[in-house]
Every structure is written in structure tokens, then in C-alpha cells.
């Protein structure tokens, strides 16, 4: 499996957006999934949006629900992470992975997406810091 490259991180303050991007020059994206999650030194990695195959749903952890947005451009065979009004508990390491498919479930009160079984490799970055 190939591991998908990510850029557009950096730091901005609280309320700042950014964009982040996935892609890959070695297949079409347009048959995988895309999970996008992020990771604190300490912590265990997040699932955050996940946008499908079959019918280009789009996942979100309640976490960033509402001041994330996923799209998948496929002329450029690239998917976004759109972040806006960022906060310092956005502050964190960002990558993606393809993965056959979305999934989403409720745990402890709280809506997360879910990487399968099948979930590739996690890219290297990028790093997003939000701070004043």
C-alpha cells in the first residue's frame, strides 16, 4: 500500500483557517475512501472526516463538526481538508490514508469516525499549530 502525501499545514492563531490537501501520483484516488485523523504527542490518534467511494459521503467527528470541511477534487486527484476558526485544541499532526470504506458510530455520547480494518498507511504530516 502507498502512503499518501499531505500539505498545507503551518500555524495560524485561534480563529484562523487552513487548507490542507492529500494526494498521491501513484493510483486514482477516486476508488478509496479518504480518512483524514490527527495525532497529539501523548495521545492516541483521532479519525476526524472520512469522505466515501460510493456516494461521496462525508464523515465528521463531532469534534470538528461544523468548522471542518472534506471535499475530493478529482481532476487534481486530490482531497481537501478545509479547517476553519481553528482552536488550540485543533493544535496537532494531521495525515490521511485511503481505506475502503467510511465508517462512523457513536461512542460515549460522541460521534467518531472510525478507520477500518483495511486503513493504509498514515502519511508524515503536516504539522497544524494553533496559537496565539
Known amino acids: 500500500q502507498v502512503q499518501l502525501v499531505e500539505s498545507g499545514g503551518g500555524q495560524v492563531q485561534p480563529g484562523g483557517s487552513l487548507r490542507l490537501s492529500c494526494t498521491t501520483s501513484k493510483f486514482s484516488l477516486e476508488g478509496y475512501a479518504i480518512v483524514w485523523s490527527r495525532q497529539v504527542p501523548g495521545k492516541a490518534r483521532e479519525g476526524i472526516s472520512c469522505i466515501d467511494t460510493r456516494d461521496e459521503s462525508i464523515y465528521y467527528s463531532d469534534s470538528v463538526k461544523g468548522h471542518f470541511t472534506l471535499s475530493r477534487y478529482n481532476a487534481k486527484n486530490t482531497v481537501y481538508l478545509q479547517m476553519y476558526n481553528l482552536k488550540t485544541a485543533d493544535h496537532a499532526l494531521y495525515s490521511c490514508?485511503?481505506?475502503?470504506?467510511?465508517?462512523?458510530?457513536?461512542?460515549?455520547?460522541?460521534?467518531?469516525?472510525?478507520?477500518?480494518?483495511?486503513?493504509?498507511?498514515w502519511g508524515q504530516g503536516p504539522q497544524v499549530t494553533v496559537d496565539s
Open positions: 490514508a485511503t481505506d475502503m470504506i467510511c465508517a462512523w458510530s457513536v461512542i460515549a455520547g460522541h460521534g467518531h469516525v472510525l478507520p477500518s480494518s483495511q486503513i493504509g498507511p
